[in-house]
């Protein structure tokens, strides 16, 4: 079971055919290298996709203000949507949300965008009480190999896991001049990770909706909402 990171650690090690400990092994496999390594594959896994593991949500009391400062630790421009006293406000483009705003700026539609580390909550929409954001967190660094640290995809995903015990074997072959070798193991760690978001893509395809995308275009013009969707007459 790859479940701490000390199992992820010593998988490596093991794989290696170094050592069965996290010392030092001739200076190649000090455990602040595998921290770092550790580390440096964890982030790379976290962020190959938009996995369910690093979705998170916060609240706080909505002040009526239209800028919104970005939840600490979320990543830029990843809040799907948002809330306020349990209304739910639909997420547009940064160029329509200013066009709209200033072209409607009366107008009580509960919509919000978002431009770098600021969103843009439509003030006119007259909604107070507790605000709450959805979107992906950047997950934190580790600072030491614990039986009692965990990955995001520990006790969840164990093939996530894999994938970093994968990488982290590329950074080690990479260190030892392999090049081929190291290329080898990064490609398995990118068919695990594919492996993964394929049958998650899959599951989710029985309850996503096939005619809502995460953006809408506004017609700024007659205030209707655009879908992103092909349409057969298009063209």
């Given amino acids: 079971m790859l479940n701490s990171t000390t199992d992820i650690v010593t998988e490596v090690i093991v794989r290696s ?32 996709r938009v996995w ?8 706080t009391t909505y002040t009526g203000a239209e800028e919104q400062t970005y939840p600490e630790n979320f990543k830029t421009d990843s809040i ?30 509960r919509i919000f965008s978002d431009f770098s580390r600021v969103y843009f909550v439509n003030p006119s929409a007259g909604i107070s009480g507790t605000l709450t954001a959805y979107g992906q967190y950047t997950i ?15 006790n969840t995903e164990e093939d996530m896991n894999e994938a970093i015990v994968e990488e982290m074997i590329s950074y080690a072959r990479l260190r030892e001049k392999n090049v081929q070798e190291s290329e080898y193991h990064h490609q ?4 695990i990770l594919d492996n993964v978001w394929t049958r998650y893509t899959s599951e989710q ?6 005619d809502r995308g995460m953006f809408t275009r506004l017609d700024v013009v007659n ?13």
């Fill in 17 to 48: 055919g170094v050592a069965t400990t996290t010392t030092s092994q001739s200076g190649l496999y000090t455990d602040v290298i595998l921290l770092s390594w550790l580390n440096t594959a964890m982030r790379w896994v976290a962020s190959y």
């Fill in 52 to 59: 369910p593991f690093t979705e998170g949500r916060v609240s």
């Fill in 80 to 109: 799907r949507f948002i809330q306020i006293g349990g209304k739910r406000f639909q997420k547009t483009a940064f160029e329509d949300y200013q066009i709209f705003r200033e072209e409607q700026s009366s107008s009580a539609d």
């Fill in 140 to 154: 934190k660094d580790l600072e030491g190999i614990d039986t009692a640290n965990a990955t995001p995809f520990s």
């Fill in 188 to 191: 398995r760690a990118v068919k």
């Fill in 205 to 210: 395809f029985a309850y996503q909706s096939k």
């Fill in 223 to 235: 205030g209707n909402n655009l879908s992103d969707e092909l349409r057969r007459d298009q063209f």
